[in-house]
């Protein structure tokens, strides 16, 4: 196969088509050219008209290829519009799973800070409660330094370490035995012939007090509320409470 031939293979159809035209017009034109000159009106007419009857068969030929050249690319056009469209939804669906995971992690940290600011604040609030609670408990009461408040500051002692007895129990031996006196002594009975005089509120002897003093108080028979509990102390143990008594013991 020669060169020029194979050439001629590779031409598309539509280039064919018009180039068919284009020789068929050509060819009109050489044959109207070699019409004798005393050739009749009518016999050039007819040659010409015989010579270009092929021409728009071959015209529409190449013009309906241009309109499928056409058609192709307008779906092309469409196909790639289509392409971008879809691509575009593919973006979109991508954001929108992207905002809905933002939003989900934003919501599971939001859940997860306000626990933990509820944990803090639980934490702090017990904080405070037990710091509020060891300042009562270091915080003394305030007693009156009179034979009411001692009575009362010994009972407070007394609950504490289990020892029963009552403000009226502790009161009415207080008075019968010292008259509230914190200073009173017995210098005349038999304890003190032996020594070991009977002292303060409730006439505790020093071997009675030693032995049924309550640790945290004054070691003194003569303070007054180590005196009362010591000997609340002892009553409880001989005659199960100092509201038992109600003479000499």
């Given at each position: ?46 040659n010409v008209a015989a010579s270009v009857s092929t021409a728009p ?104 370490e289990k020892i029963p007895g009552t403000y009226e129990g502790l ?79």
């Amino acid at each position: 196969m020669t060169a020029s031939s194979t050439t001629g293979n590779r031409l598309k159809k539509s280039h064919k088509l018009s180039i068919a035209g284009v020789t068929a017009v050509a060819a009109a034109a050489v044959s109207f050219s070699l019409i004798p000159g005393n050739a009749s009106a009518e016999s050039q007419s007819k040659n010409v008209a015989a010579s270009v009857s092929t021409a728009p068969a071959a015209w529409n030929i190449a013009n309906g290829s241009g309109q499928a050249a056409a058609a192709h690319e307008s779906l092309t056009k469409q196909d790639n519009i289509a392409d971008r469209v879809a691509e575009i939804h593919a973006k979109q669906g991508s954001a929108t799973a992207t905002v809905k995971a933002d939003a989900k992690d934003k919501t599971a940290a939001e859940k997860k800070a306000t626990a933990k600011a509820k944990a803090a604040e639980k934490a702090k609030k017990r904080a405070a409660e037990k710091t509020k609670a060891n300042r009562s408990a270091d915080r003394k009461p305030a007693y009156a330094n009179n034979l009411n408040g001692w009575i009362k500051e010994a009972l407070s002692i007394m609950k504490k370490e289990k020892i029963p007895g009552t403000y009226e129990g502790l009161h009415r031996n207080i008075i019968r035995e010292s008259s509230g006196d914190p200073r009173a002594i017995n210098n005349w009975d038999i304890n003190a012939k032996n020594g070991v005089p009977s002292i303060g509120l409730l006439q505790v002897i020093k071997p009675t007090f030693d032995a049924y003093h309550v640790k945290g108080t004054p070691d003194s028979q003569y303070h007054p509320v180590a005196n009362i509990v010591a000997a609340a102390n002892y009553a409880a143990d001989r005659y199960g409470s100092i509201d038992n008594v109600d003479s000499a013991y």
